[in-house]
Each structure stands twice: as structure tokens, then as C-alpha cells.
């Protein structure tokens, strides 16, 4: 009788040790899973920053180019002293216009070089002091006369959003969205088969048809974060 006391006691004191570890295991794992879990968290998390310098401008306008073209791509546009330069050479297809620091919101864009005498002679005029509407007038003119050529398929990719704030690592702008421009002037409906309003967000469409700026929309869905 007594060794079977003895041995009931045995049994509970290793029950509770087992017990005792498994509990100690568990909150051990479970505090190293909540202690990686913010450590992740916190990696995600950069603060962004605000475009305060030329090289600011430089590295996030070269997102609204292809990510193979955008070491050799030509950046223009204004500088932080307000001048407009020529930011970065390049000697491939494109040329990448700068955001301009004194305006609100963030807009860079990329065209190939073919749409180079096209978009100079927009800035002229601009500094001309012309309107929207006379630039639109002029170059349709121009266009029409020979003086100005738009060559057919040439791109334009937009890279815009509401905030101008970066990260420092990837350079992306936040909330910033690209869009494609496919120029085909003159072109319309009819001739491309494409509407004149997307049927859906991310579908392309066919905008100022019959015109010079007549031109291909295509708008991506958002990146999912």
C-alpha cells in the first residue's frame, strides 16, 4: 500500500512538471511571435520625405519611366532655384519632365524623344503667356501645316498624385499612380475601334479624337500594398 501512495505522488509531481513547461514554452513562444511581429511592423514603416533638392526632383521623376530605361534617361525641368535645366543627361528614348517644386501636388512625366519639338514648342508658348486653349489652337495649325509633327505611337507615361512626400529608399511618391498616353493623330473612334469614354477604370480609351492631341488612355489599377 505504501509504494502505491508513493507512486501516485511521483505521477502527480511529473504531471505538474510537464504541465509547468509546456505552460512556460507556450508563453516564451507566443512572446517571441508578438516581439517578431513588431519588429516586422516597425520595418515596414519609413518615414517619408519631402522633395527639398535637384536630386530629389531627379530620383522621383525617373519612376515615370521604365524601370530598364531610367539610368540613361534625359531629366528636365525646373530646378529648386525655380530655373528650368537640364537635370540629368541621358542618350536613350526618353526624356522625363521633372515635378515642378512650386506647384501643388506631384506630376512627372516620360515621352520618348520623337515628342520632343511637340512638347518645347508647348512650354514656348506657355511662357508666351498663352492660354490652354491657344496652345491647343496653335499646334492643331501647326500640326495640319506640316510645321509640327506628332509621330504615330509615340508615349507619354504620366506618373501624378495629390502628395508630393517620398520614400527614401524607393523613391516612390505616396498615393502617386502612373498612366499611359499613346499618341495617334488625327485619329478617331471609328479608326481605332476604341470608345470616346472608358468603359471601366483601368480600360483604355480614345481622347480629343479628330485632333492632333488625339491620343490612347490607359490607366492601370492601383498597386496592391
Request: hydrophobic share 35%.
Amino acid at each position: 500500500m505504501k509504494h502505491i501512495i508513493i507512486a501516485f505522488i511521483f505521477t502527480g509531481i511529473l504531471m505538474s512538471c510537464n504541465s509547468s513547461d509546456k505552460k512556460n514554452t507556450t508563453t516564451e513562444n507566443s512572446s517571441e511571435m508578438e516581439t517578431t511581429e513588431k519588429r516586422t511592423s516597425n520595418d515596414s514603416i519609413r518615414e517619408l520625405k519631402s522633395i527639398v533638392t535637384d536630386a530629389d526632383l531627379i530620383a522621383t521623376a525617373l519612376l515615370s519611366a521604365p524601370e530598364e530605361s531610367r539610368s540613361e534617361s534625359k531629366v528636365i525641368g525646373y530646378n529648386m532655384k525655380g530655373e528650368f535645366v537640364t537635370l540629368k543627361e541621358g542618350n536613350n528614348e526618353f526624356i522625363i519632365l521633372a515635378d515642378d517644386p512650386n506647384k501643388s501636388g506631384f506630376s512627372a512625366a516620360c515621352y520618348h524623344k520623337d515628342l520632343e519639338p511637340f512638347m518645347a514648342r508647348g512650354r514656348a508658348l506657355k511662357a508666351e503667356g498663352k492660354t490652354p486653349q491657344d496652345i491647343f489652337e496653335i499646334r492643331e495649325e501647326e500640326m495640319k501645316s506640316g510645321a509640327l509633327k506628332i509621330t504615330t505611337g509615340a508615349t507619354l507615361h504620366i506618373y501624378s498624385g495629390a502628395k508630393t512626400a517620398f520614400d527614401p529608399e524607393t523613391f516612390k511618391v505616396d498615393g502617386a499612380k502612373l498612366r499611359y498616353v499613346v499618341y495617334m493623330p488625327f485619329a478617331t473612334s471609328e479608326s481605332t475601334g476604341l470608345p470616346e469614354a472608358p468603359a471601366a477604370s483601368n480600360h483604355p480609351w480614345i481622347m480629343n479624337p479628330g485632333t492632333h492631341r488625339a491620343h490612347i488612355m490607359i490607366s492601370p489599377l492601383p498597386e496592391e500594398k
